[in-house]
């Protein structure tokens, strides 16, 4: 007779191989991933898998302006002769990098007052919400339009613009998860074992704040980027020759509707940029069973 406690038993999965196979199977996810992926591969090779990798700088050839979509100018070329392909991938870097430096400034001010905010309480709850609710009655790209336009118009004071109210979502965020967790019976048996305010900030609440972190700011990502782009058209963001998608779409647009490649396209790919981002942000919602973030 077989021993049965010698019958091999089948391996439990781990959370993370739980989680992984939930993702796979989360067609959403997936498709947003995939986007995600192809557009950070393209904008770090982009000097490699562009046929015109000149035309990012000051180039002009007029001979070959305004030419429609082809095999050899797969977007088409501007109104100096520069090809729109090869700029709106180079401008894909600018557009990420302008979302990793915002979120990369915004979700760790946010998520330290959210924090100290949820578990003090009292008058340090008070200073830092009410400054957070007089910041969040202040739309994003009103006050980033005017710190553009006071300040010289570039990358960097874009981003500084952007960022200067972005934190105040993921601090209301981490503020009503915290104030949620706090009361819990793990934070209360790290306080009574003797454990320090900092150690019950970011070794018991802050990982379990990481999944509703983690989808804020893949949303947030597609959305900076299209603030980003509204700057730039706008004419606050990034200047020319510098390829900037928003600035392709605002240069383009004094050619519709006779070249609409010109604005079209460029557009097309702020929409494919913000469009992979937001279906991966609904796609690890799913995953976290995370409720609805606004």
Known sequence: M??????SQPRRLSNADQN???????????????????????????????????HVGAVVDFRSRHLPPSADYWFGTDNVGRDIFSRTIFGMRISLLLAVVVLGIA??????????????????????????????????????????????PDLINAMLAIAGLWWTWHARLIYAITRQLRSQEFVEAAETLGAGKMHILFREILPNCVSALAVKTSLDCGFVIIVGASLSFLGLGIQPPTPDLGTMVASGSDFLPDYWWESVLP?????????GFILLGDGLRDLFDVEEIR
Do not use: K
């Open 2 to 7: 077989t021993d049965a406690t010698s019958v």
């Open 267 to 275: 557009g097309c790919a702020i929409l494919f940029v913000a469009l």
């Open 20 to 54: 992984w196979y939930r993702f796979t199977r989360n067609p959403t996810a997936l498709i947003g991933a995939g986007i995600v992926i192809l557009c950070i591969l393209a904008a770090i090779f982009a000097p490699f898998i562009t046929p015109y990798p000149e």
């Open 107 to 152: 979700v760790p001010v946010g998520t330290i007052l959210g924090l100290v905010a949820g578990y003090f309480g009292g008058w340090v709850d008070i200073i830092i919400m009410r400054i957070t609710d007089i910041a969040l009655a202040i739309p994003a790209l009103v006050m980033a339009l005017a710190v553009a336009a006071v300040l010289s």
